[in-house]
Nanobody
Framework: QVHLVESGGGAVQIGGSLTLSCAAA????????MGWFRQAPGKEREFVAA????????HYADSVKGRFTLSRDNAKNAVYLQMNSLQFEDTAVYYC????????????????WGQGTQVTVSS
């Protein structure tokens, strides 16, 4: 089991930016496809972004393309989700997730999950 810990959530004004971080203690982190999901109140959890083990390939939900950037630093066992031009609909609990297989991220069933961090966008 990989223990994922998110940080960086909080309140931000519409149009603002925020960076979420996810860190793991286990060295197996560097072999995992990592990603982020989010769940807004009353809605199902949805895929946001994923990045392959070496950071050379990324996938984004259409709703965040061009606004969010996912990166990773395997030396620090960490991934970062840079969120720009935040909108009201970005308000959600954001979950870090990881799995050896990219399809597990893309189809919403990764093995490892963080506890979530709240992002709230307000006017």
């Amino acid at each position: 089991q990989v223990h994922l810990v998110e940080s960086g959530g909080g309140a931000v004004q519409i149009g603002g930016s925020l960076t979420l971080s996810c860190a793991a203690a286990e060295s197996t982190f560097s072999s995992l496809v990592m990603g982020w999901f989010r769940q807004a109140p009353g809605k199902e959890r949805e895929f946001v972004a994923a990045i392959n083990w070496n950071g050379h390939a990324t996938h984004y939900a259409d709703s965040v393309k061009g606004r969010f950037t996912l990166s990773r630093d395997n030396a620090k066992n960490a991934v970062y989700l840079q969120m720009n031009s935040l909108q009201f609909e970005d308000t959600a609990v954001y979950y870090c997730a990881g799995d050896p297989l990219v399809n597990k991220l893309l189809y919403g069933s990764p093995t490892h999950w963080g506890q979530g961090t709240q992002v709230t966008v307000s006017s």
